[in-house]
């Protein structure tokens, strides 16, 4: 059942079997998959049932380096976590997320990525992403363009040798949520506590184990939860900002005996670098991306590109001034973006043209259709890849802890990232061979961008408490379990040792599915032996 945490007594001291911290997908599929164990269960979520601007600036943060997005945009604390948000527009004007896994690739050991290598193959987790794709209702298809072909969408006709064609299933957040609000109000061992944030973790006094949480609610009462094992899946900057506000009985916080919690931040930069001029009309397509072999002979980061269809004049002087001048503006350098008023203006010719053309234009979901609109021609002038872009891990990047302090006492995020030389080289060395198999299958030209950029990255939190065999370079071992701490585990993409191009969600389920198992195996014999 459902309980709003601000009718809990004042110093309530609640139990369970397992505690789940977080009610994202990464929470919400650890409900589906232990709840028919028996296991009493208890769901703690810091948000409400709807959106509240009160908790959801609980996750205001601070960015050092000016080229992160701020991190409370990206993320919402509510029931459902960041899926609550998704702005994928799909056909039925409903919104969704893109689903994809992660290559074979991007779980080996690759010389040229420092860091990479998970401790299992794509193969191994092959399995649970199959299960994962029936939890989201997603088609059983492959990724493979080629099976989704008919007569108005047509793969390009590269060389599969040099460049593939595949796709991104598409949907809604709905069959997650509407199955877990159904399982919660059902079940007689699965409790949602809402309106509750856990502000630490504590530990038994030079103990392995996680003894309680403490909670505060938003009407600021206290409580205490006790468990068997605790699981942290409150997404990629919470689960490493609690374990370090986790500091009464270790000062660094828990499991972060070697400074590796918070560390290795990656998400996946949107790289706008060149736009595709074809020769003639030619077919729409989902994304193109790199052999692995190709990959491997070049030592290259993964990466994926949509083809959008952009209007003439998308790219002219007058248009690239007011982009510039909205980016500059969003990172609060006003003086700097007024500065460019007067290019705009010069250039207000090019800026009245492209807005008649947008405004003629049809929606973007339906451009997903480009193929099949009529007057294509006249109305773009080209396609520009939104390269997602593999980033390796660098443990400069990181999540730590602000000296400001939120509404309840707690240390805000400080979040330093930069997206790094190496995947801007890649990109454009990736771009380079594309451009040859294009040219060479005579479906056009790459031509650069003046000025190509980063506009924003795709709000995934990956990897700030890596998965590691040792202690000594990662914070949760195989399993998920936290090193040297028995009784907790982490959910969620900060567990990811690498993050290839994929948008995490459907490896977030694929892993918590994993979990879910791994979790029923542990707790089963001490049930029996309580039973007994
Ligand atoms: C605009 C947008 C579009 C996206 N599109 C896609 C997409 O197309 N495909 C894709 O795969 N991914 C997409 N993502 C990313 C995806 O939504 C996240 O990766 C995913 O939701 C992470 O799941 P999670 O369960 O780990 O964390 P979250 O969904 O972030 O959930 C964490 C939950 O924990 C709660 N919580 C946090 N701290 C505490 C605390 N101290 N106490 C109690 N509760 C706490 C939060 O309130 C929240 O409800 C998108 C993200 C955004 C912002």
């Not at 060149?274 to 072999?293: D, I, K, M, S």
């Amino acid at each position: 059942m459902f309980q709003d945490a601000r009718t809990l007594a004042d110093n309530a001291q609640l139990t369970a079997d397992v505690c789940i911290i977080g009610s994202g997908p990464a929470g919400l599929t650890l409900c589906q998959e232990l709840g028919g164990a028996g296991f009493r269960i208890l769901l703690v979520e810091s948000g409400g049932m709807d959106f509240d601007l009160e908790r959801q600036s609980l996750l205001r943060g601070e960015d050092t380096t000016g080229e992160y997005f701020d991190p409370v945009g990206a993320r919402r604390s509510q029931f459902g976590g960041t899926m609550t948000m998704w702005n994928m527009e799909l056909t039925d004007n409903s919104m969704g997320a893109r689903f994809v896994p992660l290559d074979a690739i991007d779980f080996e050991t690759r010389d040229w990525v420092p860091y990479s290598g998970w401790p299992f193959s794509r193969a191994y987790l092959d399995p649970y992403y199959k299960q994962a794709e029936e939890l989201c209702g997603l088609s059983s298809n492959t990724y493979e363009a080629a099976v989704w072909e008919d007569e108005c969408n047509r793969c390009l006709q590269l060389p599969a040798c040099e460049a593939i064609t595949r796709i991104y299933k598409l949907r809604s957040a709905e069959p997650l949520l509407v199955a877990a609000r159904k399982l919660i109000n059902a079940s007689t061992n699965i409790d949602c506590l809402f309106r509750a944030t856990v502000t630490e973790l504590v530990a038994g006094p030079s103990s392995n184990r996680i003894e309680y949480l403490r909670v505060l609610t938003s009407n600021r009462k206290q409580a205490r939860i006790r468990a068997r094992i605790f699981v942290l899946a409150a997404g990629g900057i919470e689960n490493p900002r609690l374990l370090l506000l986790s500091n009464t009985v270790f000062s660094a916080g828990i499991g972060n005996a070697r400074d590796l919690v918070g560390r290795f931040l990656m998400d996946h930069p949107l790289y706008y670098f060149c736009e595709w001029v074809p020769f003639q009309g030619q077919c729409v397509l989902g994304r193109l991306t790199l052999p692995e072999a190709v990959l491997r002979e070049n030592r290259l980061l993964n990466l994926s590109g949509v083809l959008w269809p952009k209007p003439k004049g998308y790219r002219s002087k007058g248009i690239e001034a007011l982009r510039e001048m909205r980016l500059l503006a969003r990172q609060k350098h006003l003086a700097r973006s007024l500065a460019l008023a007067p290019r705009a203006c010069v250039n207000c010719g090019d800026i009245l043209a492209y807005a008649w053309r947008r405004f003629r234009a049809p929606k973007r979901a339906s451009l997903s259709f480009w193929s099949i609109l009529p007057n294509t021609e006249k109305t773009f002038g080209s396609m520009e890849p939104e390269f997602y872009l593999e980033q390796p891990p660098d443990p400069s990047n990181r999540v730590s802890l602000s000296t400001e302090l939120d509404s309840v006492g707690c240390r805000r995020t400080l979040v330093t990232w930069r997206w790094g030389q190496q995947s801007r080289d890649s990109a454009h060395r990736a771009g380079i061979l594309l451009n040859k198999s294009f040219e060479r299958a005579r479906l056009g030209r790459l031509v650069p961008l003046r000025h190509p950029r980063v506009h924003t990255t795709g709000h995934h939190h990956l990897g700030t408490t890596r998965m590691h065999n040792s202690p000594a370079v990662g914070v949760v071992d195989p399993n998920c379990r936290v090193h040297e701490t028995n009784n907790l585990f982490i959910a969620g993409s900060s567990v990811f040792c690498t993050g290839g191009y994929a948008n995490p969600t459907l490896t977030i389920i694929a892993l918590a599915i994993r979990l879910a198992e791994h979790l029923k195996k542990e707790l089963q014999p001490l049930m029996v032996r309580q039973r007994d």
